[in-house]
């Protein structure tokens, strides 16, 4: 069973995601390179082409078939969760992760990105409040974890998420050495 990162564009799920994976020694898969090589464009291209509909039709199937033989860690697109059929799938056949950050902290981390869509407006604070705002209940609907992204370091989550997992019986326990009991 996979483990899957959710939340807004910007969040920390590809490079959270790619650490853990390392990690955990388990393959890395990323949803939207995945939908790129199906689409044979980027999906900025796409979007301006064909519009979200029909680029949220290719990420159901993408997910779905992602969902079903992957094993190991998925980052998903931020509006992965859009679609009832989406957040089923996730949670079923997953672990899922919503890396909770603010619109602010993510503003913080992609205000000089131009590749994702959806930020490529006016005001990019807003338009991540507005995506925070009608995204937050879906991410937490699918996810079976919330891990405050925050300013802690990308190393420090991966620590924090593996506790988490491993605490909740989803990974092994690493061993401890402890000394032995005096007799």
Do not use: W
């Not at 998420?161 to 009991?181: D, F, K, W, Y």
Request: charged content about 25%; aromatic content about 6%.
């Amino acid at each position: 069973m996979s483990i899957i990162f959710v939340g807004l564009p910007g969040s920390g799920k590809t490079t959270i995601g790619r650490q853990l994976a390392r990690r955990l020694g388990v393959p890395f898969v990323d949803s939207d390179h995945v939908i790129e090589q199906r689409l044979g464009c980027s999906i900025r291209e796409f979007f301006a082409r064909e519009g979200e509909d029909n680029f949220r039709d290719v990420e159901q199937q993408v997910l779905d078939d992602l969902t079903r033989t992957h094993e190991g860690v998925i980052a998903t697109g931020g509006g992965a969760v859009l679609r009832e059929a989406n957040r089923r799938h996730l949670r079923e056949r997953g672990h899922v992760l919503y890396l909770r950050s603010t619109p602010e902290d993510v503003f913080r981390r992609v205000r000089r990105d131009t590749v994702r869509p959806l930020l490529q407006v006016v005001d990019p604070l807003g338009r991540l409040r507005d995506l925070f705002e009608a995204r937050d209940p879906l991410y937490r609907e699918t996810a079976h974890f919330v891990i405050e992204t925050g300013r802690p370091s990308v190393a420090t989550l991966v620590n924090m998420i593996v506790m988490q997992l491993e605490l909740a019986g989803h990974l092994p326990l690493r061993s401890t050495s402890l000394p032995p009991a005096s007799a």
